[in-house]
T-cell receptor
């Protein structure tokens, strides 16, 4: 069963529009971690944010904000006033508690390709 | 220094060649990882090293041979690859027991 679902395969917006990327996760653990990574065309996976399961506080960093809701198992990512440089593939990922055998394995969603047009 | 470096950035090799990918980190991380990423797909875990010992092998074909000569270096030796092995190969590292993984820029491999 897929642990992380990103239902949006591709999203296109025009510059300055706001855009929300959805992420739904599945886990039985009470302690887990959620991540968002950005992958521009160059290929590098850029870490954006980590959220612990016990901290549901939403976070804002500049134009980026994240909404973590345990009740709906969602960890959505919003870009405000999007820019062309935001064009990339965005991955949501889940890491469960490290039990030695799993070594904190990262479960990635399939990614959302965001294209921001000028 | 919070950087993971990978060399080469691009590699083109024939099916009979032997080549190696290199990864280096100086963050004191004792867990290191190789991921393979095909176009328009998420990264897939290949190998995990913990304290320089292979801990996880995700049933990767033997034409991929990992090596961890010391706590800062991770190699991936390639031999007799197939065209379908063409992909972006990402290295990552982390502290054991910590969820954050730091990724390198990747090596884009093309097998002809």
């Amino acid at each position: 069963a897929q642990k992380v679902t990103q239902a949006q395969t591709e999203i296109s917006v025009v510059e300055k529009e706001d855009v929300t990327l959805d992420c739904v996760y599945e886990t039985r653990d009470t302690t887990y971690y959620l991540f968002w990574y950005k992958q521009p065309p160059s290929g590098e996976l850029v870490f954006l944010i980590r959220r612990n399961s016990f901290d549901e506080q939403n976070e804002i960093s500049g134009r980026y904000s994240w909404n973590f809701q345990k009740s709906t198992s969602s960890f959505n990512f919003t870009i405000t006033a999007s820019q062309v440089v935001d064009s990339a593939v965005y991955f949501c990922a889940l890491s469960e508690e490290d039990r030695g055998s799993t070594l904190g394995r990262l479960y990635f969603g399939r990614g959302t390709q965001l294209t921001v047009w000028p | 220094d919070t950087e993971v470096t990978q060399t080469p950035k691009h590699l083109v090799m024939g099916m009979t060649n032997k080549k190696s990918l290199k990864c280096e980190q100086h963050m004191g991380h004792r867990a290191m990882y190789w991921y393979k990423q095909k176009a328009k797909k998420p990264p897939e875990l290949m190998f995990v090293y913990s304290y320089e010992k292979l801990s996880i092998n995700e049933s990767v074909p033997s034409r991929f041979s990992p090596e961890c000569p010391n706590s800062s270096l991770l190699n991936l030796h390639l031999h007799a690859l197939q065209p379908e092995d063409s992909a972006l190969y990402l290295c990552a590292s982390s502290h054991l027991g910590r969820p954050e993984k730091y990724f390198g820029p990747g090596t884009r491999l093309t097998v002809t």
